[in-house]
């Protein structure tokens, strides 16, 4: 499946952003969907993942409380609302999926199989 991720850009410190992400060539919902980010020089480090009908979720550590994962299967669309930005969320967004069973999520790069673009999020402090 392909995948489009969207919605990253400049904002200021304490802003907030919204990033979409959307597939095509087979419905998102017959995917576990997870967002990943990478800074330059860094590992890709695991942010937030979601079930296929989203009734259950994951966030990393460094985002918990900040960040919120969500979908839309109507819409064809996974989410993450990105609260309080720090410089330190700088990075090159990625959502990523899974064609799975139900209920389950993943945090894991290695356990996706489908990768997007990626978009740029850069926070000015």
């Known amino acids: 499946v392909q995948l489009q991720a969207s919605g990253g850009g400049l904002v200021q410190a304490g802003g907030s952003l919204r990033l979409s992400c959307t597939t095509s060539?087979?419905?998102?919902?017959?995917?576990?969907m997870g967002w990943f980010r990478q800074a330059p020089g860094k590992e890709r480090e695991f942010v937030a993942a979601i079930t296929r009908a989203g009734t259950r979720s994951a966030h990393g550590n460094s985002v918990k409380g900040r960040f919120t994962i969500s979908r839309d299967n109507a819409k064809n669309m996974v989410y993450l609302q990105m609260n309080s930005l720090s410089p330190e969320d700088s990075a090159i967004y990625y959502c990523?999926?899974?064609?799975?069973?139900?209920?389950?999520?993943?945090?894991?790069?290695?356990?996706?199989?489908?990768w997007g673009q990626g978009t740029k999020v850069t926070v000015s402090s």
């Open positions: 060539g087979r419905a998102i919902s017959a995917y576990a």
């Open positions: 990523a999926a899974r064609n799975t069973v139900t209920g389950v999520y993943y945090t894991e790069k290695h356990e996706y199989n489908d």
